[in-house]
């Protein structure tokens, strides 16, 4: 098994000092790549520091929707500066987020903007985030057309093939697992097995039977499953799969 986990958030304070040795066991689980990604400018340099620690993890840097207030005045720069380190290979997660009250919109999509610009003006994949904002980030996508991922995509199946159409790939994570996620089976159904990659989100999304607990790049493979049997694939083959398909997004294969 060689998995690659394409989304995860390994910040020590989430893992109660053990996050370290879990990293080290990660090997020993079949995981051979992870895509540690950011949030905020501090966390999007606690990644970098992993990425810097362990050779099979790599960084993305980003402004979450949900971290666009009180951003200091250069944040720009600061991110353009971290994007510029080897070890980060994308640029996310950014998107919009209209889940909770509270967050101003204007904000969000401005940040946003602003970050997609950035993607291209820097030719860098693009990891997003979209949470009940789905119309407005299509708008965003289909302006700056970045080549990246939706990441734990929860839209329509509609949705999902309007986001394969723009090029772009789509991440799943523990959510496949669940009972009852019907909308998520519909939209694997509909991307080809070649735009699709698997991913944690951990600590969050703990696949079944892990669900509820804190969840770590290993488990990816019970994602995997559930995966390969709606592609009617292999688990093996559906892990090899999703394997290459990040290493052409995030490493720059052939297209
Ligand atoms: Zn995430």
């Not at 991913?199 to 390969?228: F, L, Q």
Request: hydrophobic fraction near 40%; include cysteine; charged fraction near 25%.
């Amino acid at each position: 098994m060689a998995i690659f986990d394409t989304h995860a958030h390994y910040m020590a304070e989430d893992f109660c000092g053990e996050l370290i040795p879990l990293l080290e066991k990660m090997p020993e689980m079949g995981v051979e790549k992870i895509m540690a990604v950011g949030y905020s400018l501090e966390s999007s340099r606690e990644e970098l520091e992993l990425a810097r620690r362990f050779p099979y993890i790599m960084a993305a840097a980003g402004i979450h929707p949900e971290n666009c207030m009180g951003l200091p005045e250069d944040w720009l720069t600061q991110l353009e500066e971290l994007l510029a380190e080897p070890e980060i290979k994308a640029l996310g997660e950014i998107g919009l987020d209209y889940h909770y009250e509270g967050f101003d919109k204007d904000l969000q999509a401005e940040v946003f903007e602003q970050q997609l610009i950035l993607a291209q003006k820097l030719s860098m994949p693009v990891i997003i985030h979209s949470r009940d904002a789905c119309e407005d980030t299509m708008k965003l996508l289909r302006k700056y057309r970045p080549r990246g991922v939706v990441h734990c995509f929860s839209g329509s199946a509609e949705t999902a093939k309007d986001v394969v159409k723009l090029g772009m790939y789509v991440g799943f994570t523990g959510v496949l697992t669940f009972k009852n996620s019907k909308k998520a089976w519909a939209a694997c159904e509909a991307v080809p097995v070649d735009r699709l990659l698997l991913e944690t989100d951990c600590p969050y999304m703990a696949p079944v039977p892990h669900r509820g607990e804190k969840c770590h790049s290993g488990m990816i493979k019970y994602t995997a499953a559930k995966m390969a049997e709606i592609k009617g694939v292999s688990t093996e083959e559906m892990i090899e799969i999703c394997r290459e398909n990040g290493e052409r997004l995030f490493l720059g294969g052939s297209e």
